[in-house]
């Protein structure tokens, strides 16, 4: 993309991630421990990502209106609504995940 001046850049990327909100709010089966377990995030990192960038840029935004754009809706509606308790083999991948990851690390 380096023949994208960087204020178009900045607003494809912007349109990609609320494309990716979209997706994820059309997806709420979509679990974090799952998103966790495959791709090493969730949306809670995606409102911890938001406030860090709100942060190095001097806005003030706290992590749960962070969240509660991510979500759609305040957090603990969501949790009621659509979080499903782990399972012991989803906590296992998740434990298996970290682990590798430490592993990788070292």
Not at 38 to 65: H, I, M, P
Request: glycine letters at 2%.
């Amino acid at each position: 993309m380096q023949h994208i001046d960087a204020g178009t850049r900045t607003e494809l990327e912007a349109a990609a991630f609320r494309q990716l909100l979209d997706h994820l709010d059309a997806n709420k089966d979509v679990q974090n421990i799952d998103l966790m377990i495959l791709a090493d995030f969730c949306r809670n990192c995606l409102s911890k990502w938001l406030v860090a960038a709100a942060e190095q840029r001097g806005v003030e935004l706290d992590y749960e209106t962070a969240r509660e754009h991510v979500y759609g809706m305040p957090y603990s509606e969501w949790k009621a609504l659509y979080q499903a308790p782990a399972t012991p083999e989803q906590l296992e991948a998740l434990e298996a995940r970290q682990q590798r990851k430490k592993d990788t690390q070292a």
